[in-house]
């Protein structure tokens, strides 16, 4: 694995600021203006579609840009020849563009071959690819692994194309290069790892796939700015081949991520939805599903499925890692799903700053959970004594003298911070003052290291 | 135990078949006739009604007859005397049977002592046994280990006997014999056993008895033609003495028994009821409910209890074998229960076909069911290397492409084939195939020997 | 600790009989008319109240009275001073009291310091307490680890009291003396301890304290005249400080406890509530839970918070004992709570009667809990052969007869007699003897000693 080319030029950084204030929905328009940034390249599982995002993310965050040779053996799989094109139409006899790679690149079907020829309806047609369903909306297709060509374009337009003389043009390379992905490590106070995986591998579709790189772009630039117990590690890479390259190369330190999701389709106006790890009872999927349910606001939590996104990497079974998925509408269930629709009028900057809000609340959980042991666990201590008890005897405890003797109670060593939120059905932000209140009046003490410093 | 006679004539094995087509609901009609044949005869616990009924099913398969005599201990148990009828009946002073055992076998209560006499009205009242719940219906009483003799008839026939001077007679011979049962093992490919039990000991009733008495015979003809991973145990026997019987005289090789069920009620026009194990979640459990559950058909799932068939003696604290009940209505919650009304018009074709296809679909569960083992848990498998993935980029999986995927994702050597379909929610046959599919394309690998071969 | 005062005056216990028909709704009287007795009382944590509540308990059962010295440290806490009063009041210039101490103890806030002197209004309000939510009645306060005084009364007086020069005084002692509370040991036939425990800390309330001690009483009376398994032990404590303190005197001890139960809030016309213990799956949590749902009275089961009663002290980490609590109408769910509605008008004497009764039907589970192993694991053992079987065969089990198949079924050790009941849905006294059936006939024997003697 000596040939994966790594650089990050932190000399040509920019080290834009993408402003987002967590309390003001408007704030995500500056998650969706990257968006827009984005939306124009052409991206596949390889080629410079890619490295141009990765650069456009790199104004963010100091991204490494990682480069695998094509032909390298990755598990079952093998890194593909890279893809490129500068042009692709069919013009009809008159010469003009009638499907055009130019006007959006859904029209070409991803990793078409080189083409270049004239030809009839009835020879093109089987090149043709559309959506009956959908007849108004260019599908978004591709063939990585049969090598063949096509263009996609909406079902209405295939139905009128008359008998002509068409040209086809596909100016593609398919040729050994490299496959491109961006990985970020954030350095935490300890070696643990969260990992945050996106895919950067569609072209011009808003809510299924850019939408998830604007998010965890933001969420990797609000960690940066503090401190962490854990070591974050974002990485943006083409779906399914990506994550297992990136997953063969860095297989010897798998062991290190304890928590971590898959994030994506995170701007549609649909409700959050959670989709479980494989383990289905895995810390964040507990942090995940306690955040949605505190929120207030509508949402979903799925058992796990093999089928998805590159979480069937993460979760299969040599693997099984602690990685959940976390979207708005998920994959399939929107009408706009992989065609032209999911577009920027699809994704909204209130639905964007919500994902990136919510994602933030569960890694405030994750980050300050931990299993304390009472240092005093025979009858209660007396919390006047530590400044943690005012009132008059004969009255109730309020939420948060309950927060208070809750974790009293239960912090034997075997319950969790969250478990006890859980439990006394308390705001987490209650129970994390509390267990700090009585972890600095020496009455409790965490069975790990440093779990908030 | 070397008394124990045990002899199978193969040379007069007739060798019938019992034609069961188990899409036909009317191919039913085999096995009704079949219990039609078997109506007539007297059966009790012993005797030669029970030689009689094994004879008639050894008419379709090479059942072995096993003779245990009289007076022999098994567990807390002595087989009883053994009870045989020539006639039997009540005159009245005109000479006319009021009462006849020749008319039907539920006259006479199972087990009654020879008696001859005269005697008025108010001493033979005694005697008499009718339910007056169901006035016009004769019902069926025994009395095996208590030595007494009695009548059973029509409540309303009852009131109407007017004072006379009865002639009772009930040539009957109570003496050391033995009891006798059926037993027929098919070899599998694996020493490992499925217990299939039904009850021989009831005279002229259709539903509790000789309905699971043929579909256990039909079933057994069906399995004799397939080839099998398991050995199949057919145990014929009257009902509580005679499965304790067996299990005394088979006590040594129980172990083996790793499924099972008892069948009886199996032809009532009610939904199938699948009484569960004592374990309550053995894999026959599991399969049992799941068959019912996606059969679409109506259907009972009840857990254990200690009171029915012979499963109270299999499913005893020593053995607690995972062995559950099959049932169509069950015991005591038909009003034609253990009375004159349990007779050929109950039963239903139609609903012994039916019972037969579930109980075939069930054993295919058993028979098929592993665990397994990926030999690429490290990501998925590149599915197309192996011919197992045709398609477009872009859309999304297909029933059998999800079954190979939550294969392939579960299949970490702890989830049965079972399991994955349960949690798959996909029917057993997708399941089924594409475990053979990967299996063949070398991608996963059982983790027990010869599971579905 | 051999500070510690213990006195059981045997001489002059008067060993009087509270009569309770168990049967009867009106024979909670008795239960009733003790607290009237007590109910004049002022008691608070210490004080010559607590000692005259034990000296009325003790004309029933001979409680030991124990005197924890002011200033011992009983884990994180000190036992206060000792506090008696010998009046208190407001005056008013025309020298009529308008809040007196001698009408209700509960005028004056608990351990409130020794004033005298004369203030305006605008001084004096910062020490009047009212509850502005239920204006006419007097609420219940006490500030006992912070030294200040004050007064209790209704809002809607406080709302008319004119400006005028208030005489104040307050005739308290707090100096160094005890804290009392009474203990009663009832030796069993093992060393295995069941406790209960009530709180005697309250003055004139009727509901949140005498209740308790009345039903305690009458507990401890009840089992004084029976055999038991288990050495029962009753703490009659002021809350929180008096259970620390027998926590901590008899820290070495309280390992032998398996059972055991707070009881107070046990007079109202609620339903009975059962909060479980920390563990929730007890065995008095279990036992409760089945006594509640056999009664067919309405009934609530609470999951164990830590807020409540001296449960809080039982159920603390370290100590973590199998001990629930028994209310009717929990703490702060009925408006009368801490107020001086809470007096004899709120307690009935069929709700007393009811409580009771209830608490000595768990006590009987848990008296004859046992798990059991069948002697004859192998079959079901021939009932007839042990004169537990009568009847004719082909009639369906009657409920004892279900209640010996269970208990056969499931004695493997494993399963208790009240897993047992709960599995078979019957009720605990036809298990119960049935059990006792079937160990006289060496059909079962229990794997611990002595369970049921």
């Known amino acids: 694995m000596d040939d994966i080319a790594r650089h990050v030029d932190l000399a040509n950084l920019r080290e834009s600021e993408m402003a987002v204030d967590l309390s003001a929905d408007e704030s995500g328009q500056a998650i969706y203006d990257f968006i827009a940034d984005m939306y124009p390249i052409c991206r596949s599982i390889?080629?410079?579609?890619?490295?141009?995002?990765i650069d456009l993310i790199r104004n963010y965050i100091p991204l490494t840009t990682c480069e695998v040779p094509s032909g390298l053996q990755v598990f079952d799989w093998t890194v593909p020849p890279e893809w490129n094109v500068r042009d692709a139409y069919i013009k009809n006899s008159a010469g003009e563009r009638v499907v055009d790679f130019k006007k959006s690149n859904l029209h070409l079907?991803?990793?078409?071959?080189?083409?270049?020829?004239?030809?009839?309806?009835?020879?093109l047609k089987p090149h043709l690819y559309s959506d009956p369903e959908?007849?108004?909306?260019?599908?978004?297709?591709?063939?990585y692994y049969k090598t063949t060509w096509g263009f996609c374009l909406p079902h209405n337009q295939l139905l009128a194309m008359p008998e002509d003389d068409y040209e086809v043009c596909i100016d593609s390379r398919l040729e050994p290069g490299?496959?491109?992905?961006g990985d970020?490590?954030?350095?935490?106070?300890?070696?643990?790892?969260?990992?945050?995986?996106?895919?950067?591998?569609?072209?011009?579709?808003?809510?299924?796939?850019?939408?998830?790189?604007?998010?965890?772009?933001?969420l990797a630039q609000y960690l940066r700015k503090m401190d962490h117990r854990y070591t974050y590690r974002f990485v943006f890479a083409p779906g399914t081949i990506g994550s297992i390259a990136w997953l063969a190369l860095n297989e010897a330190h798998v062991g290190r991520v304890k928590h971590g999701f898959v994030v994506t389709c995170a701007g549609d106006p649909g409700?959050?939805?959670?989709k479980k790890s494989r383990r289905g009872n895995a810390e964040i999927d507990r942090a995940w599903s306690y955040v949605l349910k505190q929120s207030g606001d509508p949402y979903e939590i799925e058992e796990f499925s093999p089928y998805g996104y590159?979480?069937?990497q993460?979760?299969?079974?040599?693997f099984n890692l602690p990685i959940g998925t976390v979207m708005r509408t998920p994959y399939g269930k929107f009408a706009e799903y992989h065609s032209s629709a999911d577009n920027l009028d699809f994704v909204r900057p209130a639905a964007l700053r919500d994902t990136l809000s919510k994602a933030i609340s569960t890694i405030d959980i994750i980050e300050n959970n931990a299993c304390y042991r009472s240092e005093k666990p025979f009858c209660e201590p007396k919390l006047g004594n530590y400044g943690l008890y005012s009132g008059l005897g004969g009255v109730g405890a309020g939420d948060y003298q309950m927060a208070l003797l809750w974790i009293l109670n239960m912090s034997d060593g075997e319950n969790s911070l969250l478990d006890i939120a859980e439990r006394a059905r308390l705001p987490w932000e209650m129970i994390k003052q509390a267990a700090a209140a009585l972890s600095g009046a020496g009455l409790i003490r965490s069975i790990v290291p440093d779990p908030a410093k």
């Open 109 to 123: 079907l991803g990793y078409s071959m080189p083409v270049r020829g004239r030809m009839a309806l009835d020879e």
């Open 178 to 181: 490299h496959l491109t992905y």
């Open 134 to 143: 959908r007849p108004d909306w260019t599908p978004y297709r591709t063939s």
């Open 46 to 53: 390889t080629g410079d579609g890619v490295r141009r995002t």
């Open 314 to 318: 993460y979760c299969s079974p040599g």
């Open 310 to 312: 590159d979480e069937r």
């Open 271 to 274: 409700p959050v939805t959670y």
């Open 184 to 218: 970020l490590r954030l350095l935490g106070r300890t070696s643990d790892e969260v990992l945050i995986s996106c895919h950067i591998c569609h072209p011009s579709l808003c809510n299924d796939n850019l939408s998830g790189i604007a998010v965890a772009t933001a």
